[in-house]
């Protein structure tokens, strides 16, 4: 007797590359649809079917309220969607970010790796330590150096566009997965964003040393050449540098997120619009936006929430959020409700709140 | 065998932990409207997801992943907490799916896999077929093949071959042990196998023996 062990014995000996290759075939098929789909996220329009199925268990007043109340629910998802596009479309800009970011991460592991800056007892280091010290923050001045270098290479662009036509083509952040964590959904904890350090404008110092005499320290070779008093090379003050408009905005997002992190939501919301405020009408400027929603959101603050769909829409009429916020200003701030839903209706006839529009929009005008 | 699959994973968000969404789950049986809010939006990806591999046509993955959530709340009553709130809700999702495919079958099955013989014969006798359109076809294909295949051998093979879920994941998903779980997948691989060998697209396999 053949039992279903020995089956599968037999079975799983036996590879199969040609039906392997159609089947890969088939999971590409299905992620590709996955990937592309937009997928209007309703909550309220799950909710009613909840209380169609039980309506003891979800009242009509939950669904009645999650209209009300729940007018953003699709921004991760659709930030995830955009986010795909932001890195096919802009690959200038991701990299800029990616240069300015890796130099961050940088700066953060000599931190954390207990090059630290000024501490007392770090005066005393040995030669050794110091050497070691003096590589590494000789690295990462070459790190951020080759990385600005890139950036401004960049900003100016390869493509002999305007430095910042990148600007307003989105970028790679938002494909980050603690990206697609800031959401609007009700939370119960702060968003699990990682913390972004603001870029800093030149290494920072790690020892009362001047920079640049530990750095020569590093590169010599033995004591035989080891810098005299007479021969020390000069220390020459660093040049200042503007932060370019992409820096600036990096900054602005890292400390708006840090700040959202601590729950310090206030900080957090004059970041953004900072931000909002010097990237214009860009992709980073709409993004920011669905930010502040989420923001109004979680501070329970309904009257700014809908000040700020309003401001939106008037920016960009036809941005990201524009479904979500017109949906938001039909269920709170329409005196006319019919006529807005239908509105909505014309604007967006495959908008994700077409259900609840279909139904309030009442027939003809 | 079990497949490897070579293709990249979708970029997801880190799994909620679990103390949270143990925490997400009290508070929406107690009636929170706004935790379950949260929760939706947790698992929506996933559960998205898995409903897609398991339709095989995204035209009602929408409707059926709100039907999903919807049952899903009306139903956390009986979540006993013996499986996690993950594999819980992925059985619903299934269970969903399930009604969906008795809803359909009929003699719809025949047809689409002649449709399916058709389209894949049409765009594999051109040369230059896109890739991505070969491989839309060819999902056609084992999708027509797999409607054709009784439920359990379906969605283990699916679970497991398509969606490519660890085998404790898929069996507890399906309520049962890892090996039936093999066992499952490994016949629907053969019969989908013999099909596609059937329909002159895949040769015999040589004898290894």
């Not at chain 1, 980073?284 to 009257?303: H, K, N, V």
């Amino acid at each position: 007797m053949i039992t279903d062990v020995d089956e599968l014995a037999v079975a799983e000996g036996r590879p199969d590359p040609a039906l392997d290759a159609w089947l890969d075939d088939v999971s590409a098929a299905v992620e590709h649809d996955v990937h592309r789909a937009h997928v209007p996220w309703d909550f309220a329009a799950m909710l009613a079917r909840a209380h169609a199925l039980d309506p003891a268990i979800v009242s009509a007043q939950a669904v009645a309220e999650a209209e009300q109340s729940e007018p953003v629910v699709s921004l991760a998802h659709r930030r995830a969607a955009a986010a795909q596009g932001a890195t096919h479309d802009d690959p200038a800009f991701a990299r800029l970010i990616d240069d300015v970011r890796a130099a961050t991460e940088h700066d953060a592991a000599l931190r954390m790796n207990g090059v630290t800056p000024l501490r007392a007892h770090d005066r005393g280091a040995s030669p050794m330590g110091r050497l070691v010290v003096a590589a590494v923050a000789l690295a990462a001045a070459v790190v951020l150096g080759l990385g600005v270098v890139e950036g401004v290479h960049v900003l100016r662009g390869d493509d002999g566009a305007p430095a910042d036509a990148a600007l307003h083509q989105g970028s790679a952040r938002d494909a980050s997965p603690e990206r697609a964590e800031i959401d609007d959904a009700p939370r119960v904890r702060p968003p699990a964003v990682a913390p972004r350090e603001p870029v800093p404008p030149e290494p920072a110092p790690l020892d009362p040393t001047p920079r640049e005499v530990v750095a020569a320290e590093a590169v010599a070779p033995s004591p035989a050449v080891r810098p005299t008093k007479a021969r020390a090379p000069k220390v020459v003050p660093p040049v200042e540098r503007a932060p370019s408009l992409a820096e600036r905005l990096a900054v602005l997002d890292g400390e708006a997120h840090a700040a959202w992190k601590a729950n310090d939501l206030t900080t957090a919301e004059a970041k953004f619009e900072a931000l909002i405020e010097l990237a214009g009408t860009s992709r980073l400027a709409d993004l920011a936006y669905g930010d502040l929603f989420t923001l109004a959101r979680r501070r329970g603050d309904a009257g700014r929430e809908v000040a700020l769909w309003k401001t939106y829409l008037r920016v960009f009429p036809e941005g990201r959020f524009a479904d979500d916020a017109r949906a938001g200003l039909c269920r709170r701030d329409a005196s006319d409700r019919p006529a807005c839903w239908r509105a909505y209706l014309e604007a967006f006839p495959e908008g994700s709140y077409r259900a609840q529009a279909e139904r309030e929009a009442g027939g003809a005008p | 065998m079990p497949r490897v699959t070579t293709q990249p994973q979708l970029p997801s968000a880190p799994r909620p932990a679990g103390d949270e969404v143990a925490a997400l789950v009290e508070q929406a049986r107690a009636g929170r409207t706004d935790a379950w809010a949260r929760l939706y939006q947790l698992f929506f990806a996933p559960i998205f997801r898995h409903i897609r591999y398991l339709a095989g046509d995204h035209a009602a993955v929408e409707d059926l992943v709100q039907e999903a959530f919807a049952r899903a709340l009306v139903s956390l009553g009986t979540f006993d907490g013996r499986s996690s709130f993950s594999t819980w809700l992925h059985g619903i999702a299934l269970n969903v799916v399930r009604n969906h495919w008795r809803a359909s079958a009929s003699t719809q099955t025949a047809h689409h896999r002649l449709e399916a013989m058709h389209t894949v014969r049409d765009a594999a006798s051109h040369g230059d077929v896109d890739r991505t359109h070969l491989a839309k076809e060819r999902a056609k294909v084992v999708y027509a093949v797999l409607a054709g295949m009784p439920e359990h051998l379906r969605e283990a093979f699916v679970l497991r071959d398509l969606e490519g879920l660890p085998p404790h994941e898929a069996a507890a998903q399906l309520g049962i042990s890892p090996g039936n779980l093999a066992v499952r997948a490994t016949r629907a691989r053969q019969r989908l196998r013999a099909e596609l060998e059937a329909m002159g697209w895949l040769s015999p396999l040589e004898d290894a023996s």
